[in-house]
């Protein structure tokens, strides 16, 4: 990565994936042409340490007056951030990734390619703090925001405008709903009807390990890195993957101005984070397809949300695109209050916000992640008060199930084996 703020990025033909995802995800390779010391990731060592160097470090010194070196200031470029970047690269298969700070700052990056006046179509139901920076955004006058129904593509159609349309923002599945967006199919509409449009997906719930979301056809993948990637909410991140040249350099040059890159140290920790991230997500998603299931075999939950269950009204959009169903479900009691027992009884599930962490969580989204969306709007979007949302850890899953059961008998929910 070059120290040049106004950079234009060259095609160098990144390798692409030669492995199983497993294993590409723990395989760090060299990027060192021929005659050049081996290196890691990009990362020249001599003393070939095991795991790729931390430059805690702001600046780099020059060879000479003319500044001419790989590196001068962290905010433009870093060799630790560099490898975290260039493996993350491979493993989304995208042209270009770059770590930021968090994820809202990952959006807030991307939203900046959107110009004054520009219309973003973005799903009915979000993050809370996706919202947040939207309706933000839309009260300066910045941008129009139109919030639809993205399971429905017929519904994005409706919104799309081929001059003011510059971004479709997609999560799937959605948070808290678990609600599938059909990421091929809103790909090739877009990209038909509004040629200055880009498709952006938040694909944080899956991870690149369950969803490439640039093969399915849109131009930019975005994580809160926050969660599966470094998997142990120990840091935050943001990561940001694209399809071509032209968006890494827009990007890039979003991220030097405003110098949201990531810290050497939390790009050191989310590599480290990445290495394991097959083996937590294959646990948390068998735990969590059990769970989902001895959830919607209890008659007196209303609703289970989960792609894995056949029952799901996007159960088969999901599977054509993605290798799993993931770790995150939503369920519905019906009674507000009967919700807010059974988050309390529980004893491994931690009472939290985020997902996507070694150790199972519990909440409420609409008092949680989801309280900054007004009540009135929640309720136009039909988003339940008592949802209660899962986010399944690694623990052993017969603790877990027993830990949920124990939880609904004490909150009064009948309960069968
Ligand atoms: C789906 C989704 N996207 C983005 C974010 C923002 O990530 P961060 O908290 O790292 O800013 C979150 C949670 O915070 C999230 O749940
Ligand atoms: N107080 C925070 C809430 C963060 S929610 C984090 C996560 N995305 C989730 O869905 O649980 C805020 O206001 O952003």
New binding site residues.
């Given amino acids: 990565m070059s120290v040049n703020s106004e950079r234009v990025f060259d095609d160098v033909n990144l390798d692409r994936p030669k492995y199983h995802p497993s294993t590409e995800l723990v395989y760090l390779e060299s990027t060192a042409g021929e005659g050049q010391e081996a290196d890691t990731l990009g990362v020249r060592d001599p003393y070939h340490s095991s795991s790729v160097p931390l430059y805690q470090t702001a600046t780099f010194k020059q060879p000479s007056a003319d500044g001419t070196g790989e590196f001068d200031y962290t905010r433009s470029g870093n060799p630790t951030r560099s490898a975290v970047e260039t493996h993350l690269a491979k493993i989304m298969k995208a042209e270009r990734a770059f770590v930021v700070?968090?994820?809202?700052?990952?959006?807030d990056v991307i939203l900046r390619l959107v110009p004054n006046g520009g219309q973003i179509i973005a799903g009915d139901d979000?993050?809370?703090?996706?919202n947040r920076l939207l309706t933000y955004l839309t009260k300066l006058g910045h941008v129009e925001v139109e919030n639809v129904d993205t399971t429905n593509v017929e519904a994005v159609r409706s919104k799309l405008d081929p001059v003011k349309t510059r971004l479709v923002l997609l999560?799937t599945p959605?948070?808290p709903l678990i609600k599938i967006a059909d990421i091929r199919a809103v790909s090739d509409l877009v990209h038909e009807k509004c040629p200055n449009a880009v498709v952006v997906v938040?694909n944080?719930?899956m991870s690149p390990y369950l969803q490439n979301c640039l093969d399915l056809g849109a131009d930019i993948e975005?994580?809160?890195?926050?969660?599966y990637l470094s998997g142990h909410h120990d840091m935050?991140?943001?990561v940001i993957g694209v399809r071509s040249l032209d968006l890494a350099d827009r990007i890039f040059f979003v991220i030097n101005a405003t110098g949201s890159g990531l810290s050497p140290f939390e790009s050191w920790l989310l590599l480290r984070g990445l290495k394991t991230l097959a083996i937590r997500i294959e646990r948390q998603q068998a735990t969590a397809q059990r769970i989902a299931e001895f959830l919607e075999n209890q008659t007196d939950i209303k609703r289970v949300l989960y792609p894995g269950l056949p029952s799901h009204p996007q159960h088969q959009i999901h599977i054509s695109q993605a290798s799993g169903p993931g770790g995150v479900l939503s369920f519905e009691t019906g009674d507000i209050a009967t919700s807010e027992r059974i988050v309390e009884a529980t004893k491994l599930y931690g009472i939290s916000?985020?997902?996507g962490c070694i150790n199972s969580l519990i909440s409420m989204p609409c008092r949680m992640?989801h309280a900054s969306i007004p009540a009135e709007v929640r309720k136009a979007r039909a988003l339940p008060e008592d949802v209660v949302r899962l986010c399944v850890g690694i623990e052993d899953p017969d603790d877990l199930i027993n830990d949920l059961k124990s939880a609904l008998i004490a909150a009064g929910v009948k309960v069968k084996a």
């Fill in positions: 700070t968090t994820g809202m700052t990952a959006l979000l993050y809370g703090g996706s999560e959605t948070n938040d944080t719930m975005y994580h809160s890195g926050t969660k935050m991140a943001g916000v985020s997902f992640s």
